[in-house]
T-cell receptor
Framework: EAQVTQNPRYLITVTGKKLTVTCSQN?????MSWYRQDPGLGLRQIYY???????DKGDVPEGYKVSRKEKRNFPLILESPSPNQTSLYFC???????????????FGPGTRLTVL | QKEVEQNSGPLSVPEGAIASLNCTYS??????FFWYRQYSGKSPELIMS????GDKEDGRFTAQLNKASQYVSLLIRDSQPSDSATYLC?????????????FGRGTQLTVWP
């Protein structure tokens, strides 16, 4: 089954304790992205990657890091989480336009993070 | 800052009615447009995509695109209570080569029996 998986699905942590949220896709997609979703603010892109070793900042990258060492994986790293990073996080993947695709993005199930 | 704006809602329609959701976008270079449905606490699910001016129909859903007016809409015919969700409009970045989508804040739709 074609899918994007994220782990963990739920996480409660404390300020300053480094954490990693994993994301993996089995569709051989080049593009991967991380979003956060907050009430009233909609989906905001944190980072995106167009291919292995190619990443760029989205609209709200502060406090986050990413890496893309393999095509299928795109982990999100919070080096020193703070309460304002409490949010619902989504990973997404897509094929680049022009390969029978128009960059339709497919989302993972989400990770609900609470930072105390 | 590129923006996608949606009618804020919430929108409430009776079962069987047509629900109309609207979206405007600021970047005239945007190439592709998408409608996602999101149930509470769940991930966005792609329901429609449109790339050319005009209408595109898929079952009970019709997407309409007018690039001159920078306007995208989604019509849901014969609305069902199961259509109750938040609908997100999204547009690609100029040139569509950067892997970026810009999302509106969503319109919450309630279909009552």
């Amino acid at each position: 089954e074609a899918q994007v998986t994220q782990n963990p699905r739920y996480l409660i942590t404390v300020t300053g304790k480094k954490l990693t949220v994993t994301c993996s896709q089995n569709m051989n997609h080049e593009y991967m992205s991380w979003y956060r979703q907050d009430p009233g603010l909609g989906l905001r892109q944190i980072y995106y990657s167009m291919n292995v070793e190619v990443t760029d900042k989205g609209d709200v990258p502060e406090g986050y890091k990413v890496s893309r060492k393999e095509k299928r994986n795109f982990p999100l790293i919070l080096e020193s989480p703070s309460p304002n990073q409490t949010s619902l996080y989504f990973c997404a993947s897509s094929s680049p336009p022009g390969q029978g695709s128009y960059n339709e993005q497919f989302f993972g199930p989400g990770t609900r993070l609470t930072v105390l | 800052q590129k923006e996608v704006e949606q009618n804020s809602g919430p929108l409430s329609v009776p079962e069987g009615a047509i629900a109309s959701l609207n979206c405007t976008y600021s970047d005239r270079g945007s190439q592709s447009f998408f409608w996602y449905r999101q149930y509470s606490g769940k991930s966005p699910e792609l329901i429609m995509s449109i790339y050319s001016n005009g209408d595109k129909e898929d079952g009970r859903f019709t997407a309409q695109l007018n690039k001159a007016s920078q306007y995208v809409s989604l019509l849901i015919r014969d609305s069902q209570p199961s259509d109750s969700a938040t609908y997100l409009c999204a547009a690609t970045d100029r040139g569509s080569t950067l892997g970026r989508l810009y999302f509106g804040r969503g319109t919450q739709l309630t279909v009552w029996p």
